[in-house]
């Protein structure tokens, strides 16, 4: 007989195990008419990334729900996947052509590169998925999906010419954050940033009057080229008397506005900013205010383009150098100050970050978020409750069409609102009867408990009846107050009398305690359950 392990290994017993699972088709959806259909898409990992403590966390929920659901007889499909991960497999690829051949992308031309990452996708692109399997995900994995496949291909087009058509995608130009190692734009969560020693430089721009000039403080003398004003705050005694007036741009010689804007510190620096709305989003937006012209001065590999003059084709910060030294020579340089700021990196290579003018697209959110606010505003734990009674009712079978709507009263916030679900009931021709229960102010009250039992609960309740009525009226069921027990039941009598039969009640409280228990046992269950995966986490290879 073979000895028990003193301690137990996961490796001796869950991957057998698993493969039993799989070889039994346990996790297989098939349509099924005779059963209700239950599916959760696995939002997609990076095909790149091995499993993190987000992942176990995110796995466990799901798998906890699709099992639920499957042991609650329902046709139960979790749809695993992974993303490309462009960028990140193209950093991953060309790394290792530059280590190993001591090529570039370039040298192998797009197709040619395009087929080393399909093969590296194709390599290292299965370790996420096996870890996950590793922790007992129960996905169908015969349906995995990849976001490059061209059925997801096809849908993001089909998606993407649906909106333009619908005038909700637009183009237009934007500030962005664009990596110039990378050559591409990120989203502002992509941004890492970092504290960086550098200088704060103070510049005379001379007024074009030849009255005198105005001095200006900047961190990046680099895009001085594409300076097309200098702003000052108009409540600044210092400098409200130069707004209108002009001033000289150094080096270029381009005459350039003063502008008044409270973006403008009064006290920070020199209280003169200058403004270079190509390159800085704060600056874009004083520009779209004051009209001014947008100039782009770096290209998309960070270096000078031809806009900025004798500077064209150097480095950025080669640029930054020689336009320090220019200016001093010409006497326009007032101070160097040390001076230590915030810097944006990109995530993936650590490369500084350049805000750049680039023609994007962009998405209307306000028609899109209209629904979506309507509901925040309107939803509420009585539309809520409505619309699971509705649920469960056409889930029973049964033949009465009548809801009782038993409730507080209380118009908590949901995701449903009242009316919203008081229409679906009338257009399945279910009649609601309401019933608040409680008082105006501080009482006891009847109610349920989570089994269904009566119980007395002493809370402050405001019973929206006007809601309560409408509901009822919009379904043809009436509205009934009760204040205890006794009442209830006669309440009840007399639904059953309208109806000209006894109706099966289909209640809706919330706050109980029993209820609350209930909830603090699922939760119990669910963190010890997630503890348990991520030992197995920790366990893998």
Known sequence: ???????????????????????GGCFKAKPDPDKKPFSIVMPPPNVTGQLHMGHALDCTLQDILTRFKRMQGYEALWLPGTDHAGIATQIKVEEELRTKEGLTRYDLGREKFLERVWAWKEKYGDRIVEQQKKMGASCDWDRSRFTMDE?????????????YDKGLIYKGSRIINWCPNCLTALSDAEVEYVDKPGHLWHIRYPLADGSGDIVVATTRPETMMGDTGVAVNPEDEKFKHLIGKTCILPIMNREIPIVGDEYCEIGFGTGAVKMTPAHDPNDFEVGLRHNLEVIRVIADDGTINENGGKYNGMDRYECRKAIVADLEAEGYLVKAEPYSHNVGTCYRCHNDVEPLISAQWFVKMAPLAKEAIRVVEDGTAIGNGLATAINR?????????????????????????PLTAAEIARDQGIRVYTIGVGTRGTAPYPTVDFFGNPTVVQAKVQIDEKILGEIADL??????????NAKLQSIYDEINQLEKSKVEISQYTTYTEEYLRWAAAALALLLVEFLLRTLWLKSLP
């Open 1 to 23: 007989m073979k000895e028990l392990p003193k301690v137990y290994d996961p490796r001796d017993v869950e991957s057998r195990i698993y493969q039993m699972w799989m070889d």
């Open 475 to 484: 379904t043809g069921g009436r509205y009934f107050r009760a204040t205890d």
């Open 151 to 163: 059925g997801c291909s096809r849908a993001v087009r089909e998606t993407f010419c649906e909106l």
């Open 393 to 417: 009712l056409r889930e029973s079978n049964a033949k009465s069409k009548v809801i009782i709507l038993l409730t507080d009263g209380e118009n908590n916030r949901g995701e449903i609102a």
